[in-house]
Every structure is written in C-alpha cells, then in structure tokens.
C-alpha cells in the first residue's frame, strides 16, 4: 500500500510540474523515455530505511531529476524554470496540506494520503488557472495589468497585516531568543515589501517601454509598406511619361513649326504639372525614417489638403530609433488627425528643415480647427487631448517632450494665425 500511494504522489507531481512548466513558460517535454524509467524510483523509495517525511521528499527530488532531464533547453533554463515552478506549487501545497491535516484523521499511512490528496487539490488548481489563462489570452483583457497590480497590493496588504500581527505576539513572548527570532522575521518582511515594491516599479517601466517599442515597430512596418508601394507607383508613373515623351515632342515640335506659341506652351505646362503631380506623390526632407514616417501619415489625407515642403537635408540624426519613431509620429500624427477630424476646409500642412553644423530644425505648421485657450493646456505647459479615450490619448505630446529632451534637443510649440505649430531641434551626427 506504501508503495502504491508513492507511485500515486510521483505521478500527481509530475503531472503538477509538467503543466505548471507549460503555463508559465511554455516548456515542452522532449523525451518520455527518463518519465518511464522513473517509475522505478518510487518502488526502491518505498523499501529504503526513511521516515515519511523523507521518502515524499525523495519522490520530489525524483520528479525534480527525471523532469531535468525529460524537458528542452540548456541547463540553466532548465534550473532556472524548475527552481521556480518549485516555488510555485510549494506555495500551493502547504495551503492544502494544512486543510488535509485538518480533516484526514484516519492512523494508516496518514502523511501519504495527506500529501497524494494535496497533490491533486494542487494538480486541480494548476489546471483552473491554466483554464483562466486560456480565457484571459482568448478575450485580451483591456486592463489585465490593473488587475495585476491590485493583486499585488493586496499581496502587500496582507504581508503588512502578518507584521502587525507578529508585533503583537512578540508581547507574549517571555523567552529572548524567540524575540529576537521575530524580530528578525519582522526585518525580513520589511526588506521583502520594499524589494518587491521596487520590482514593481520595474516591470511597470519595462512593460511600457515594450509597448511602445511594439507600436513603433507596428508603426515603421505599416509605414515601410506604404514607402514601397509610393516608390513602386511614382516609378510606374514616370516610366508611363518617358514612354510617351517622343511623341510628346513631336506634337510641341509640330506646333512651333506651325507658329502655334501659345498651344505648345500650354501642353508644355500640362507635362510639366503631370512630371510635379508625380514628384509630389513621395515626400522626402532627408532622413530615411521621418521620410517614411511623413508619407506614411500623408497618405492618409485627401488632395485637397495643401502639402508644402520646403527644404531637404540629407541628415542622420543622433537619436535612438525608438525615439526618433515616437517624436515623429506623434506629430504627423497629430497633424493629420486635427485636419480630418474636424474637416478643415483649405487646410494646408507646411514642414520647413534647415541644418546647422550640430543640429537640425525641424518647424511644422498645421491648420487648426479651434483656437487652444488655457483650459485646453496641462500642467506641462502641452496641449490636452480632446479625445473620450483618455487613457490612450493625451500623452502624445509628453512622449514627444521627453524624448527630445532625453536626446538633448529642443522642443517647442505656439499657436500662430490658424495654425498650430511644432518646433524640433535635434543633434546630428558629426
């Protein structure tokens, strides 16, 4: 019977470790062969000269071992990521554990059937929060991060309230030694809150800089699509005007020859506009992303809409991608939302580039449907959004004022006859 609940705890727990690995880190088992071996395990375990506890802590090790060596990856993941779903379903067993202790009163083989019972309230719990994990990832939960963060806090919460609470019975201890045991603990999980507080801050940090990192690269993989397609058009088109050119001269050659001035000169403009339409279907100021960046927001806005550039210096700007991404988009973007949403009628966008010998200008004007007044501006001195979804909008111009002056440029904006205007200056590189 020892034997039979040792087999039933192996294969609890290597189902519990297996599905767990799976969960959290999307770990695979690679061979099944060292899993069937291991079956042996726990018989030679059942006739070894060790008390209970120990022979369920060999079983652990077993399973710890034969999963080592059944699973993908290199040594240190596989440490790593056993080490960790330990901790784990450590966490979750002696919760259920106790809860068996408390009601298991049966004197046969008590310590077995506690652990294999606990093992399969622990299997079944893996199980239910793989299944909320599936539904999580299924629905994408818009505030899934909130709802972490307020676990956590009430992780924290709950790790204050032992304090108090180990505070409290220090007073009842008449024995030194243990005072300075809970004293120790208190320091412990003093020092516990405040790493796990600055962990915190940390992942929150990453995990916006990986959301804007993602956006950006969604961003440049639209807008070099977009860059393709312009170029592959505007080559078809002036390919078009060069197969035609012949006879294009040979009808304003025949109109001349004919004293018709005023004919030939009108056809002549008429090719001329037709060569600027296509020039003017790709803009270029001189840097390869902002390039990509402008045509690829541009694009969006109908004829109608007055484009003027004026300036192009071939440059390459001493900012991060990532920044350069979020400074210009941001704009562009802005501009181009401000025209079509409020279906501003002879709108124009001017974009004006000069160089110097360490720094680039760029100036960008677009029309402006209201004029700002004070309540329209934050506490940064930057415009507010006037869009619902403030949690997605609003801080497109703070992101653009941190990223240049993070990149030691400048950045400015003003209002100016209908027109709202951005001024950005940033080095280059010498």
């Known amino acids: 019977m020892e034997i039979v609940l040792l087999l039933g705890i192996y294969f609890v727990e290597l189902l519990c ?28 375990i059942g006739v070894m000269p ?9 079983v652990t090790f077993a399973v710890f071992v034969i999963l080592f060596l059944s699973i993908e990856g290199t040594i240190i993941n596989k440490g790593i990521r056993l080490v960790l779903t330990l901790l784990f379903l450590e966490c979750i067993d002696d919760v259920f554990i106790y809860t068996c202790e408390k009601v298991i009163s049966t004197e046969f083989y008590t310590g077995y059937i506690i652990r294999f019972l606990a093992k399969c309230c622990t299997l079944f719990s893996v199980v239910l ?47 030194d030694r243990y005072i ?37 690269e969604r961003l440049l993989k639209e807008s070099q699509v977009n860059y393709y397609k312009q170029i592959l058009k505007k080559e078809t088109d002036t390919r078009k005007y060069r197969h035609d050119m012949v006879n294009h001269l040979v009808y304003i050659q025949e109109s001349l020859s004919r004293n018709q001035v005023n004919q030939a000169g009108h056809y002549l403009a008429n090719i001329l506009g037709g060569f600027r339409k296509i020039q003017s279907t790709y803009y270029v100021i001189g840097n390869e992303m902002v390039d990509t960046i402008i045509n690829y927001y541009f694009g969006m806005l109908s004829d109608t809409v007055n484009i003027e550039i004026r300036g192009k210096c071939p440059v390459i700007i001493d900012v991060e991608d990532i920044d ?24 124009h966008i001017i974009v004006e580039v000069r160089k110097g ?20 501006i934050n506490k940064y001195g930057l415009p507010k959004s006037h869009k619902q979804d403030k949690r997605n909008h609003g801080i497109g111009m703070v992101n653009i004022k941190n990223a240049i002056e993070k990149n030691h440029g400048k950045f400015e904006w003003k209002q100016e006859k209908g027109y709202f205007c951005v001024n950005v200056v940033l080095p280059i590189k010498l």
């Open 357 to 376: 010998k360490q720094y680039v200008e760029y100036n960008i004007r677009n029309s402006l449907s209201l004029e700002l007044d004070e309540k329209c």
């Open 180 to 216: 300075v045991l809970c004293n120790i603990l208190n320091i412990s999980i003093i020092i516990s809150i405040f790493i796990l507080v600055i962990f915190i801050i940390y992942i929150k940090n990453t995990h916006e800089r990986m959301e804007q990192l993602l956006k950006n």
């Open 50 to 58: 060790v008390n209970i506890a120990g022979k369920n802590f060999l």
């Open 324 to 347: 350069l991404c979020t400074i210009f988009s941001n704009i562009f973007q802005n501009a181009v939302e401000e025209i079509i949403e409020n279906n501003i009628k002879n709108a």
């Open 17 to 44: 470790y297996q599905a767990v690995m799976r969960m959290l880190f999307q770990v695979n088992v690679t061979t099944k062969k060292w899993m069937i071996l291991g079956v042996v395990l726990p018989v030679v």
């Open 129 to 175: 929060l793989n299944y909320l994990k599936e539904k999580l990832n299924k629905y994408k939960m818009i505030h899934i991060n909130s709802v972490i963060y307020f676990i956590i806090g009430i992780f924290i919460l709950l790790m204050l309230f032992c304090l108090g609470i180990l505070n409290k019975v220090i007073m009842y201890f008449p024995n």
